[in-house]
């Protein structure tokens, strides 16, 4: 069964939160709230945050500058993938 759609993340705590009875076992069962998993996903937004936030002013060689970024955005993306926050209630 796909939780997609029952499991959200919280945007403050970067906890997950279910929104079925299943939903909430699966996050309790599997320990989705381990600290580790938590602090993972609360890094990983701050980098998306800094990713499509901030704006990047080049001096100099832009194809370095554009490499770094790079590999910085494909380190971000082996991290956990961005969980869509919790609905609105």
């Given at each position: ?5 029952q499991i959200f993340e919280n945007p403050d ?29 609360r890094r990983r937004a701050r980098h998306w ?12 060689d832009y194809a370095r500058v554009a490499d ?22």
């Open positions: 069964m796909d939780y997609g759609e705590t970067h906890e997950l939160v279910g929104v079925t009875p299943a939903a909430r076992w699966h996050i309790r069962v599997c320990g989705l709230n381990a600290d580790h998993l938590v602090q993972e996903r945050q800094t990713l499509k936030g901030v704006p990047v002013k080049v001096k100099g770094l970024i790079e590999n910085y955005r494909e380190q971000v993306e082996l991290m956990i993938p961005e969980i869509p926050p919790e609905p609105l209630i």
